[in-house]
């Protein structure tokens, strides 16, 4: 009985550690998306300048729309980001969000993955399958595009998106679905200007995430 008493505590001390909204005795099951510029090393090479400010105007309205659709954990890699919500649907509205405002504000295209699943939290980032997954599905989407891992479709109210099959990915051949939101859902963008964006003095996006 003592050995058995000691494995778990030592499991759920493993897991009861300070991560913010997850010190749970079990690792959380949490909706990952991940996104990535389209064609961003060839506009890097192009024309350094112009990279590394596609890329804070980017960054910017990424963490501007995580914050607004309750993100869990951000946490920046080059042009990719790597989000952790509490479901599905709040990851694929805030996806629909950054895709479309990005496209109609700067003029770029995002390629966004997501997935959900089982992960770990550690020092603010993610671990587990689910990001590999994610990333999986990203490295899948075409320019524009938002898919889905089947097991984040079935847990939206399809009602409210329209999904279509869109093959697989990685070599787990996970199955993919493109994600669009219905005239009847509106999707979420906030009216602020490129100015907005770029300014350091802007306190309400300066303390986005």
Known sequence: MKVVKKLSENFNSRWNTPLG?????MPPVAA????????FRSTVKKDQAAGLLLLTKSRRLQE?????HSCTRLVKMGDNILVGFNSAEQAVDCALSIERSARK???HQLCIGIHLGVV????????????????????????????????????IN???????????AGPMAVPVFKVKSKSSKE?????????????????????AI
């Open 105 to 107: 504000m700067f003029g």
């Open 158 to 168: 399809s009602i409210n998106y329209i999904l279509k099959t869109n093959g697989t």
């Open 32 to 39: 990952v998306m991940m996104t990535k510029i389209h064609d």
């Open 64 to 68: 501007y729309y995580c914050k607004r």
């Open 120 to 155: 770990r939290y550690v020092d603010g980032d993610l671990f587990g399958g689910p990001v590999n997954i994610a990333q999986d599905i990203l490295n899948a989407a075409s320019p524009g595009e938002v898919l889905l891992s089947e097991a984040a479709a079935k847990s």
């Open 21 to 25: 909204n997850y010190a749970c005795a």
């Open 187 to 207: 999707v979420k963008i906030w009216n602020y200007h490129h100015s907005d964006i770029l300014a350091d003095d802007q306190s309400d996006l300066k303390d």
